[in-house]
């Protein structure tokens, strides 16, 4: 004989209300970014307190490639 089913198997504590926690969500939020290729990605706070915007992030994120390029260069000079 099967067992019915009637309840959700649901791990959420019953003294949680969704309609409070997803209170002020906005659906779709980033979902323009998406379709456009964009990849969202989230900084650790400390991280963000140091780039006042994704302008800065790009930038920085720009030399960290310029410099790997440098070091890759000077690694390959040294082994020949």
Known sequence: MKKKTTELNDELRPEYDLKSLLKGGVRGKYAKKYRAGTKLILLEPDVAKAFPNEK????????????NKV????????RQ
């Open 71 to 78: 070091q890759d260069k000077t690694r390959q000079g040294a």
């Open 56 to 67: 800065a992030v790009n930038e920085a994120l720009r030399l960290v490639m310029k410099l």
